[in-house]
């Protein structure tokens, strides 16, 4: 059975507008009503064959497939090295200092995320190799709440006399 072309972009948008469970059950209710098959619906729709048959397996079991996509990806460093912030934590919050202003709650670091890492592999231990990168350290700087940046210090206002307006004759 061949579709027509508008009935094959309806079911294409409509599919791409849903994620998920809810994309393969209504992709294999979409086949089953058409009364076409999987190798059809691969052939006129562009629709994965493996996705249908999840989707049908749904429908008649039940049972929803869960998927791991929020298990997929890099692991965090945290996860490899469980006592890197408690370490980091321990080194910088001897070079912390408060904004002098008090107009915020932010801690600077005095500093810098280089610094941090070799002082991580002379007081800690840590090898080079298995140490993060410099980017990394310093994202992790910024999530532990320490800004990287140099300080303003408070300077005093300069006492200069006021301008006056001048008239022209």
């Given at each position: 059975?061949?579709?027509?072309?508008?009935?094959?972009?309806f079911?294409?948008?409509?599919?791409?507008?849903?994620?998920?469970p809810?994309?393969?059950?209504?992709?294999?209710?979409?086949?089953?009503?058409?009364k076409?098959?999987?190798?059809?619906?691969?052939?006129?729709?562009?629709?994965?064959r493996?996705?249908?048959?999840?989707?049908?397996?749904?429908?008649?079991?039940?049972?929803?497939?869960?998927?791991?996509?929020?298990?997929?990806?890099?692991?965090?460093?945290?996860y490899?090295?469980?006592?890197?912030?408690?370490?980091?934590?321990?080194?910088?919050?001897?070079?912390?200092?408060?904004?002098?202003?008090?107009?915020?709650?932010?801690?600077?670091?005095?500093?810098?995320?280089?610094?941090?890492?070799?002082?991580?592999?002379?007081?800690?231990?840590?090898?080079?190799?298995?140490?993060?990168?410099?980017?990394?350290?310093?994202?992790?700087?910024?999530?532990?709440?320490?800004?990287?940046?140099?300080?303003?210090?408070?300077?005093?206002q300069?006492?200069?006399?006021?301008?006056?307006?001048?008239?022209?004759?």
């Amino acid at each position: 059975m061949e579709l027509s072309l508008d009935v094959r972009e309806f079911l294409t948008e409509s599919a791409n507008n849903l994620e998920g469970p809810a994309r393969r059950q209504y992709m294999a209710e979409a086949c089953r009503t058409l009364k076409i098959s999987h190798r059809q619906a691969m052939l006129q729709l562009g629709w994965n064959r493996d996705t249908l048959r999840k989707g049908t397996h749904e429908i008649t079991s039940h049972i929803t497939c869960l998927d791991a996509t929020s298990l997929r990806g890099r692991k965090l460093v945290e996860y490899h090295l469980p006592n890197l912030l408690d370490d980091i934590c321990a080194i910088v919050n001897d070079h912390v200092q408060v904004d002098p202003t008090f107009r915020t709650e932010n801690q600077y670091c005095r500093m810098t995320a280089p610094e941090v890492r070799r002082q991580l592999i002379e007081r800690k231990g840590y090898t080079d190799e298995e140490l993060p990168t410099v980017q990394t350290i310093t994202t992790k700087l910024n999530v532990l709440g320490y800004r990287l940046t140099k300080v303003a210090k408070c300077r005093p206002q300069k006492k200069y006399p006021k301008p006056m307006p001048f008239s022209i004759i």
